[in-house]
Nanobody
Framework: QVQLVESGGGLVQPGGSLRLSCAAS????????MGWYRQAPGKQRELVAS???????NYADSVKGRFTISRHNAKNTVYLQMNSLKPEDTAVYYC??????????????WGQGTQVTVSS
């Protein structure tokens, strides 16, 4: 059994910062790639950032230079530091992990989502 739990969302003013956390727990043997996706009402879900077990990162063009993804492998946790937030960053942010669970196969897991609202 694997669970991904996001935290750190909330309401912030434009130009402000938030840090999202996602902790994976349960029967986990290893985690390959972890990432953050977001979906705003009326818009398609998009990949915000991802990071491999080796630390290679990938960012959406819209967040480059403002967001930083990182992970603490020993804690099975991924973070998203969001700076210089804009109203268009408002969305539900979802944590994703490609991990090896008790089935001994790599499978895709998702968190429940955390709301980020950027508004004055």
């Amino acid at each position: 059994q694997v669970q991904l739990v996001e935290s750190g969302g909330g309401l912030v003013q434009p130009g402000g910062s938030l840090r999202l956390s996602c902790a994976a727990s349960g029967n986990i043997f290893s985690i390959n790639t972890m990432g953050w996706y977001r979906q705003a009402p009326g818009k398609q879900r998009e990949l915000v950032a991802s990071i491999t077990d080796g630390g290679s990162t990938n960012y959406a063009d819209s967040v480059k230079g403002r967001f930083t993804i990182s992970r603490h492998n020993a804690k099975n946790t991924v973070y998203l530091q969001m700076n210089s937030l804009k109203p268009e960053d408002t969305a539900v942010y979802y944590c994703n992990a490609d991990l090896q669970d008790g089935t001994y196969y790599y499978q895709d897991y998702w968190g429940q989502g955390t709301q980020v609202t950027v508004s004055s």
